[in-house]
C-alpha cells in the first residue's frame, strides 16, 4: 500500500533548513514504505492564507494544499521556533484545516531553532494543536540546530537518530497497513 505522506514547512523561507529536514524525515520513511509524498512549502502561500483568513476566496493552491492534508495516511510537520512558538504563517495555515481533518492521521513534529532554549515548544506548542484535531502525535518529536545542517543537508548523528525514533514510532501508528 502507498502511504500519502504530506510534510507541511512553516518557514518564512523556502528553501531553508525546515525544507532539509522535512525532506530527510519524508526520505526515511520512504526507506520503509512507497510513498506518495509532497513537500507543502507555506511561504508560497502565504498571501493566499492571509487573503482566506481575512475573508477572500480561497485560492486553488491553498484548496489544494488543504486537501492534500486531509487525505494524509501520514503528516509531517515542521516549523522554525521564534519566540518560543512556531510561525504566525504556520498557525494561519492550520486555522484553515477543518478540525475533523486529521483525525486518527500520524503526525511526526518537527521543529528547528538557533539554540536549545526552544526544545520545548515541540511538547508546549505542536503537541497541543495538533491533540485540538484528534491526530496521532508520534511520542518523539524532532528538533534541529543549526550545526546539525552542512552543504544543505543533515549532518548530524543525533538529528539522524531523532528522525529514525519519530518515523519508526509514527509508522507503528498508520492505519490499515502491513509492516513490510
Known sequence: MTLVVTAVSGSLHAPGFTTVLLEGIVSRIARERDVDAEVVELSALARDIASALTGGERTAALELALERLGRSDLVVVGTPIYRGSYTGLFKSFFDLVHQDALEGVPVIL???????????????????????????????????????????????????????????????????????
Open 110 to 180: 518537527a521543529a528547528g531553532g538557533g539554540n536549545d532554549q526552544h526544545t520545548l515548544a515541540i511538547d508546549h506548542e505542536l503537541r497541543p494543536l495538533f491533540a485540538f484535531f484528534r491526530a496521532l502525535t508520534a511520542p518523539v518529536g524532532i528538533y534541529a540546530r543549526p550545526g546539525d545542517y552542512a552543504d544543505g543537508r543533515i549532518a548530524s548523528d543525533s538529528l539522524v537518530t531523532q528522525i529514525e525514533r519519530a518515523v519508526e514510532a509514527s509508522l507503528a501508528l498508520v492505519r490499515g497497513t502491513v509492516d513490510a
